[in-house]
């Protein structure tokens, strides 16, 4: 077979090295922002989910604290004694339950980590063509 040469100029490479690399740069950009907007909308529907059902369990809940209060008062508590004691309870349980949310959030990765691979990728093979 024969080899055919590549009679473009120094200047014709190089435009079209700069328009790849605006093409790659788009591309790279679009692929952040559908990774980004995957999760998003993960995040969005499964907190909506939490919230229908936080929802439903804080009525459960108070419902269930006046019927201990009410069991209290009945076992020879005071009234304002019974009620301060499960308002305490409730407190403390909460603030654990919130902490423990907060913490799971930090660690959900949200960063668009195929795109800032592909970066990386890009880079290097970037970087492997100059030498």
């Not at 790659?24 to 059902?53: D, F, M, P, Y």
């Not at 809940?61 to 009234?79: D, H, N, R, S």
């Not at 423990?100 to 592909?118: C, D, F, S, V, W």
């Amino acid at each position: 077979m024969a080899e055919q040469l590549d009679n473009r100029t120094l200047g014709d490479l190089l435009a079209e090295l700069s328009r790849e690399t605006s093409t790659l740069v788009k591309k790279e950009l679009e692929l952040a922002s559908t990774e980004l907007s995957a999760k998003a909308r993960a995040v969005g529907s499964q907190v909506a989910i939490a919230a229908a059902g936080g929802a439903l369990m804080h009525a459960g809940l108070l419902v269930i604290l006046a019927a201990v209060v009410i069991g209290l008062t009945q076992a020879g508590l005071e009234p304002w004694l019974a009620a301060g004691l499960v308002a305490l309870a409730t407190l403390a349980i909460g603030y654990v339950l919130v902490n423990k949310g907060i913490t799971g959030l930090r660690r959900t990765p949200m960063a668009p980590q195929q795109t800032i691979e592909t970066l990386k990728e890009n880079a290097k093979w970037t970087t492997g063509q100059r030498a």
